[in-house]
Every structure is written in C-alpha cells, then in structure tokens.
C-alpha cells in the first residue's frame, strides 16, 4: 500500500519560513518523480514544484526564487523549502509521486492528505 504523508505546515507571518516534508512508502521511490501542489479555497489544484527521479527540479514561475524542492532517496522524502512566504502562499501543500513528467495534477499517481499552509500578513 502506497503512502505519502506530509508535514511541516502551520500558521506563519509574511517574509517567514517553512520547510514541508513529505515521506514515501510502498512504493520505490527513487523511480518516481515527486512533486507539490498547492490548493487554496474555492481555487484548483495548483503546480509549485517538481523534482524528477534522476533529480532535475522545475519550479512554477510564482515561487521561483522563494521555494526548492529537493529530494532524499535514502529517506523516501521529499521537501519543500519555502523562503519568504507570502499570504498568496496560503493553502494546502500536496506531494503526489507520478511516472510521467507533467504539470497536470491528473498524471499523478498517488497523493498525500496535505498541510495547510497559512501564511498572515
């Protein structure tokens, strides 16, 4: 059985950081891409950031400069590193581990539940 189970969310002020940690099981994680969405309210799923299996990383243009994913193979984790956050910031951070290289939250195999991320100003 696959699981993802992130952390690290909470409530924080503008300009502060958080790191997101997202833990794999069942799965072998250093074949899959992972990466994170972000879903705020009355909003779609949005793309942040992937990082592919041989380790390339993509960030979406709106966190660029302020967020890296990275990823441990030998922890089966993925992370999100935010830097200077922002009330826009504020949703639910996803991970999802995929086999093919998209943007699209509907090529994603598997998903977590997700930590909020609010972010006041």
């Known amino acids: 059985q696959v699981q993802l189970v992130e952390s690290g969310g909470g409530l924080v002020q503008a300009g502060d950081s958080l790191r997101l940690s997202c833990v794999s099981s069942g799965l072998t994680f250093r074949s899959y891409h992972m990466a994170w969405f972000r879903q705020a309210p009355g909003k779609d799923r949005e793309f942040v950031a992937r990082?592919?299996?041989?380790?390339?990383?993509f960030h979406a243009t709106s966190v660029r400069d302020r967020f890296t994913i990275s990823r441990d193979n030998t922890r089966n984790t993925v992370y999100l590193q935010m830097n200077s956050l922002k009330p826009e910031d504020t949703a639910i951070y996803y991970c999802?581990?995929?086999?093919?290289?998209?943007?699209?939250?509907?090529?994603?195999?598997?998903w977590g539940q997700g930590t909020q991320v609010t972010v006041s100003s």
């Open positions: 990082v592919m299996a041989y380790g390339d990383t």
């Open positions: 999802a581990a995929g086999t093919v290289l998209a943007f699209s939250p509907q090529t994603y195999q598997y």
